[in-house]
């Protein structure tokens, strides 16, 4: 099955600077990769997906890249804010038929004043 | 646009005891998920229903999980007996398709086994 990497699992960045979060998948059928964010005792939420044949992907401060080669992808958080601290988690579709989500272990982002 | 229903939200029991959580997924989605959330770690896959069949459900331990989506909309997820090590967040998820779409998740329910 999936296996889904994520580094680091703590990362703490000045605010306004930018914060990098890095994943690998093992499965190279999959070809869906979102990332959700998780406030401490909520759901998780999508906050941005890439799939298999899109290598970029961005939405105001936040982007993610895909290296399919390399079977890995990566989340950008620029000019971040205190409302970005949180728990981010990376997913990668299982393949093999079914779509449910293998999620990494999650990095906790703390944003510092 | 409703999201997902969950309930019990908490939930407190002892060891070898049963507990039962239902979810109501987004009105219109046929894939609904039940991931188990252990603190500090990532949503583990549970179970996946597309529609009332089951699709995958290759990490539910089945000797004391079951579930079931008889009417293709609601879902139970059942523990019995439960055991410390099932201490955690069931989070039920829903998505349109089985196809990569975007999957919703409801705001889960805590067990804590005692």
């Known amino acids: 099955g999936e296996n889904v990497e994520q580094h680091p699992s703590t990362l703490s960045v000045q605010e306004g600077d930018s914060a990098v979060i890095k994943c690998t998948y093992s499965?190279?059928?999959?070809?869906?990769f979102p990332w959700y964010k998780q406030e401490l005792g909520k759901r998780p939420q999508l906050i941005i997906d890439?799939?298999?044949?899109?290598g970029e992907k961005k939405d105001q401060r936040i982007a993610v890249t895909l290296n399919k080669t390399a079977k890995h992808f990566s989340l950008h958080i620029t000019e971040t804010q205190p409302e970005d601290s949180a728990v981010y988690f990376c997913?990668?579709?299982?393949?093999?038929?079914?779509?449910?989500?293998?999620f990494g272990k999650g990095t906790h982002l703390i944003i510092q004043p | 646009e409703a999201g997902v229903a969950q309930s019990p939200r908490y939930k407190i029991i002892e060891k070898r005891q049963s507990v039962a959580f239902w979810c109501n997924p987004i009105?219109?989605?046929?894939?609904l998920y039940w991931y188990q959330q252990i603190l500090g770690q990532g949503p583990k896959l549970l179970i996946q229903?597309?529609?009332?069949?089951?699709?995958?459900d290759s990490q539910l331990p089945k000797d004391r999980f079951s579930a079931e989506r008889l009417k293709g909309v609601d879902s139970t997820l059942k523990i019995q007996p439960a055991k410390l090590e099932d201490s955690a967040v069931y989070l039920c998820?829903?998505?349109?398709?089985?196809?990569?779409?975007?999957?919703?998740f409801g705001e889960g329910s805590w067990l804590t086994v005692v």
């Open positions: 998820a829903s998505s349109p398709t089985s196809s990569g779409n975007t999957i919703y």
């Open positions: 499965d190279s059928a999959s070809n869906y």
């Open positions: 890439i799939r298999s044949n899109v």
């Open positions: 997913a990668a579709t299982s393949g093999g038929g079914a779509d449910g989500l293998t």
């Open positions: 009105s219109g989605h046929a894939t």
């Open positions: 229903f597309q529609n009332n069949g089951v699709v995958d």
